[in-house]
Structure formats: structure tokens, C-alpha cells
């Protein structure tokens, strides 16, 4: 009997917590950069353009939204008749002890007019420099983007940098917003078999007191 029950536990624990994203940061935008949920991480904007360029907030989305949270307001980007613009929404201080597969994801909608070139990234400090992939292009209503980290680009990295980069050359005018910025991750399978051994010997103990 006892034998059966730590099977069990094992197996219980292993399939629910493999299913189980850890939340690492969330950031909600509501009129400020402040992390609103997670464990780890701080956010910060830095835009640079040749040409009008305004940063404020927006009107906020209902998708990527962690449950708990209220609709409110996005971080909304403007240029107008620009020659060059970068921008950067960078997450530092991110802490993925004891998870991989890292995961960004977050609402973000864009309305171009002309543009000559644009470019839209997600980034990662692999220690010495940024290594980038390309994100697909926003859409002119808002959905979510959602790229994960793999082969063990930030496995385990206590201290892990990720940004959200864009560019554009030659606009006459373009705004974007982005809200409900989420980094999740899942636990190590060593971490897993450790929660399970753990609680099969807490049922263990609790059959062996009844009896």
C-alpha cells in the first residue's frame, strides 16, 4: 500500500509541475514601469530618433493579462516624420534559478504609415553581447507575441537581461503599444523529481503514523 501511494505521489507531482509555468516577471503597464507580479526583474525604455518622438501611455488590452489584474493603460510609442529611430524595452535583473525555457510574451499592436525599413526583435544577453531573433510584425489591433529561449540560451542564468527591440527608417508617422509583459519559465526536471521524492516520503510518514 505504502508503496503504491509514493508511485502515485511521484507520478502526481511530476505531471502537474511539468505543466506548470513559473511566473518570473509580469509587468502591467498601468501608468507605470514597476513590475506588478512575478519573482524577479525591473523594466526600463530607452528610444532614441531623428524626429519627433513621444513615449506615454495608451489605451491597454485585455489579452496576456494575468487573471487578478484590471484593463488599464498600454506603453505607447509615437514618431513622427522620422529619419532613424531604436528603441529598446529592456528587463534586467531576471532570476531563472532552478527553471529553463524561458518564455516572453505580451500584447502589442503597431499603425505604420510609410516606412522606408523597420525591423522588430527579442534580444538576450548572452554575457558579452545582445543575440537577437526576429519577431513577427505587429498587426494594426493588438495580439499577443510570445517567444521562448531554448537549447539553454538562459537556462538556470541568475541575473538574466532580455529586451524587446524595434527600429525604423524613414517614417513619416508610426505608433505601437505594448502591454502585459510576461516572462515565464518551467522548473528543471531535477527540481521536479526532487518535489515528488518529496512528497511521496511526507505521505510515507503520514501512512506509517496511522498505522
Aim: charged share 15%; aromatic share 10%.
Amino acid at each position: 500500500m505504502v508503496k503504491g501511494l509514493f508511485a502515485a505521489a511521484v507520478l502526481f507531482v511530476a505531471s502537474v509541475s511539468v505543466r506548470a509555468d513559473t511566473l518570473v516577471g509580469y509587468w502591467d503597464m498601468n501608468s507605470t514601469l514597476n513590475r506588478s507580479a512575478g519573482t524577479s526583474g525591473s523594466l526600463s525604455v530607452v528610444v532614441a530618433s531623428l524626429g519627433i518622438e513621444y513615449v506615454g501611455w495608451g489605451a491597454g488590452s485585455d489579452k496576456n493579462l494575468v487573471a487578478g489584474y484590471p484593463i488599464g493603460e498600454s506603453l505607447h510609442f509615437t514618431n513622427l516624420a522620422t529619419v532613424v529611430e531604436v528603441g529598446h524595452i529592456t528587463l534586467s535583473n531576471l532570476n531563472f534559478t532552478g527553471l529553463v525555457n524561458p518564455a516572453i510574451s505580451f500584447a502589442v499592436k503597431s499603425n505604420p504609415g510609410f516606412q522606408l525599413e523597420d525591423s522588430f526583435t527579442v534580444d538576450y544577453w548572452n554575457g558579452s553581447q545582445w543575440v537577437s531573433s526576429n519577431l513577427q510584425k505587429p498587426s494594426t489591433s493588438y495580439e499577443v507575441i510570445t517567444h521562448t529561449f531554448t537549447g539553454g540560451e538562459l537556462d538556470g542564468v541568475a541575473n538574466a537581461s532580455i529586451r524587446i527591440s524595434f527600429s525604423t527608417v524613414v517614417a513619416v508617422v508610426d505608433t505601437m503599444d505594448v502591454d502585459n509583459i510576461q516572462v515565464n519559465a518551467v522548473p528543471e526536471p531535477g527540481t521536479l523529481a526532487l518535489a515528488g521524492m518529496g512528497l511521496a516520503a511526507a505521505v510515507v510518514i503520514w501512512r506509517r503514523r496511522r498505522e
